[in-house]
C-alpha cells in the first residue's frame, strides 16, 4: 500500500469550474503511522478522520464535509484532536486499504464516512472497532457493532431511483420525475440534467441557514457553498467530539452509542447503529437551479 498517498491541493471543481486555493489541503497517510515510528506525541492527543471522495467528480462530497469538520472543531474549541482527512481512493478496494491504515493507528478515535465507497460494507469491516460514522443516505447499513448511520432507514423505501443508481450521470437522464437521496442534491446535477424540477432530494439533512452558511464560507479561503451534507457532517463532528471527551474509559463507541445531542438537525440519538426518530426532509430545485424545501415530493 502506497502510505503517502495524499488529499489533493485544495481544488474543488464541479464540472469545468476550478478553484485554486493557496493554501493546501495536505493530509499524508503517512502520518497516521507517526505513533508508531518513534515520534514523540502530545499526551491524550486524539485523532478524528474524514474518509471520503476528494478526486473526480464526487470531490464535491468529500470538501463539503472537510469544512463542515474543520468549523465544528473550530466552534468546540479542542486543541487535542487531530484531524485526518483522506481520499475514498475512488474505488472499493483503495478505501478497503485506507480504512485498515486507520484502524491500525491507536490515536484514530473515531472515522467520519461519506460517498457510496468510504460507507461500502467492507470498508466499514475494514475499520474493526473503530467508531465510525456514516453522513447520509448511500445505500449503506451498521454492519458492525461501532458503525453508526446519521440517516433515516425509511429512505431507502420512498426513493424511485433505479436500484444501485450510485452515478449522478444516470440519475440526471432520467426524465421522469424521480425521489433520491443526497446524489441529487451534488452541484452538479442541475447542470447535467435538463429537467431538474423533476427531481425530488430526500434527507435527513436540512439545508444550511444564513448563519451557518457565512461561517462556514468564512473559515477558510477558497471554501465551497455548503451543500446539504454540511450540517450533517457538522451534527457528526460534534457527536464525535463529545463523545471522545465525555467517556472516561476511552470507549468511544459506548459515548456514540449512548449520545443525545440537539444539534443542526433536531435531536439525534442512536439505537442498533440507526438514529432514532430521524426526520425526513424534502427538496426540489426551483427555476434558477437552487434546492429549496418542499412539502412533498414533486409529482
Known sequence: MDVKRQVPSAEFR???KKIKSVCSIVCLLGTIFIAGCGVARPGNIARVALLAPFEGRYQEIGYNAYYAVKLALADYGK???????????GNVQSAIERARALAGDPLVKAVITLGYTATNTDVQQALGNVPTL?????DAKPETSTTFVLTSPQIDGVTT?????????DAAQ?????????ILALE?????ASQPQQATVISSGSLP????SERYINSAEYTPKPGLLATLTYDATIIVIQA???TKNGDVASGVANIDYKGLNGEIQFKDGYWVDAPIHYFSYDTDGKLIPVDRPVK
Open 161 to 169: 431511483l433505479p436500484q444501485n443508481t450510485q452515478d449522478v450521470t
Open 209 to 212: 441557514d444564513t448563519d451557518f
Open 79 to 89: 486543541t487535542d484532536i487531530e484531524f485526518v482527512a483522506l481520499d475514498d481512493g
Open 174 to 182: 432520467i426524465h421522469t420525475p424521480i425521489v433520491g437521496n443526497e
Open 14 to 16: 464541479v464540472l469545468s
Open 188 to 192: 452538479q446535477f442541475p447542470l447535467l
Open 134 to 138: 456514516i453522513v447520509g443516505d448511500w
Open 244 to 246: 471522545i471527551t465525555n
